[in-house]
């Protein structure tokens, strides 16, 4: 597997402080260059110690890095990288974090050069704070880190970066970069768009009705906390992921029209049923629990050496809802001009699920259960 030791991050925030501490927690063997172009930032990162290193600019920042990891608004991750791509190291690896991912990676196919590799990431989760005075080393945990890899991406780099971020504490699954974007439309701007819409259409009627503002609790306030966010940030995410929020609109513009259209019409039936059915997709979202490790499945894949080849089982077993935990690669003369891939999975039926999905792309795979018997 890939060697990691020297990494940069450019974007001392929320997110590339916390990524700086949680991976000098994980290794403190790390070597973390840090640079942003606001310099309290890099004061406070060195005075809190979550950067070895502050760089004077871009080129000194990636000179000898091994990892880019782009910490910036989503605006200004492409900037960056024309600015460093001169200066990376032959195969090199570059992330982001940005929240919008299909045009990201595109331009990134662009912009660096062919012996350095772009996979796109995207740590779903944030805090109410901001800044690198709120970064801290336990942000990722249990968070869900979706990393974004394409076709051409090599095996060896995809499998270091999912194993360095699954060692953050955070549940690292890959997505296409479109599927990502379209789930992320979904489930995180459409509901900010929403919450903030409210709020506006709220403060518009308190002219009329003076003490609208007074009476909001409850539901109001549970609805619109995200509507507090940076609204620099969601500018920038709105028109970044702009195709597929603008779809999620219309849909949710449709789902509005049939619930009003059966609210004029006493449609009862509809009503209720529309209310039961939401309350038992809610009651039924994923919770958090502990690990239960008779449920860890360790699968064997043999895979010949070209690109993809990662990418294309990492995609078959997340979209078979199945968590993978850590992956490694082996050479091995048993397998002709390839090696063999390990992959821990987790989750019920989780062996039996991944080999179905793998098999039918054509892999051989055999899976052992990490405590118990042989499948």
Not at 19 to 26: G, I, N, Q, V
Not at 192 to 212: G, W
Not at 310 to 319: F, G, K, R
Request: net charge negative; aromatic share 6%.
């Amino acid at each position: 597997m890939k060697h990691i030791r020297n990494i940069t991050i450019i974007g001392l925030g929320l997110i590339g402080g916390s990524l700086a501490l949680s991976l000098k927690k994980f290794n403190d063997n790390f070597l973390i260059t840090g640079y942003d172009n606001i310099t309290e930032a890099i004061n406070i990162a060195i005075y809190r110690k979550i950067i070895d290193k502050a760089a004077k600019n871009y080129k000194e920042a990636v000179k000898d890095a091994d990892l880019v990891i782009i910490a910036t608004p989503v605006r200004l991750i492409t900037e960056v990288a024309n600015e460093i791509k001169c200066d990376l190291k032959s195969g090199a690896i570059i992330t982001d974090v940005g929240s919008a991912k299909l045009n990201i990676v595109e331009k990134m196919k662009e912009i660096l050069p062919e012996d350095v590799i772009f996979i796109g990431g995207h740590p779903m989760t944030g805090s109410e704070n901001e800044g690198v005075l709120s970064a801290r080393n336990d942000l990722f945990v249990n968070a869900f880190y979706i990393l974004t890899p394409t076709d051409n991406t090599k095996t060896e780099a995809l499998a270091a970066l999912h194993s360095l971020f699954t060692k953050t504490g955070a549940k690292v699954i890959t997505v296409s970069p479109g599927e990502h974007d379209k789930i992320v439309a979904l489930i995180s701007h459409l509901p900010h768009i929403l919450s903030t819409n409210l709020v506006a259409l709220v403060d518009d009627k308190q002219k009329e009705l003076n003490n609208l503002f007074k009476l909001c609790a409850g539901g109001f306030r549970d609805m619109t906390r995200i509507a507090a966010s940076n609204p620099k940030m969601w500018l920038d995410i709105s028109f970044e992921n702009k195709k597929e929020i603008v779809s999620a609109l219309d849909e949710y513009i449709g789902y509005l029209n049939k619930f009003k259209e059966s609210i004029i019409e006493n449609n009862e039936d509809y009503i209720k049923d529309h209310y039961i059915k939401a309350k038992e997709a809610r009651l039924n979202l994923p919770k958090f629990i502990d690990k239960d490790i008779s449920k860890l499945y360790e699968l064997r894949i043999g895979i010949p050496d070209k690109k993809g080849v990662l990418s294309e089982i990492t995609l078959a077993i997340s979209s078979a809802g199945v968590n993978i935990e850590d992956i490694s690669i082996f050479h091995s003369t048993e397998v002709l001009g390839g090696g063999i891939l390990k992959i821990l999975i987790h989750g019920e039926n989780a062996g039996v699920v991944s080999k179905n999905a793998l098999e039918k792309l054509g892999y051989e795979v055999s899976v052992k259960k990490v405590i118990g018997e042989e499948d």
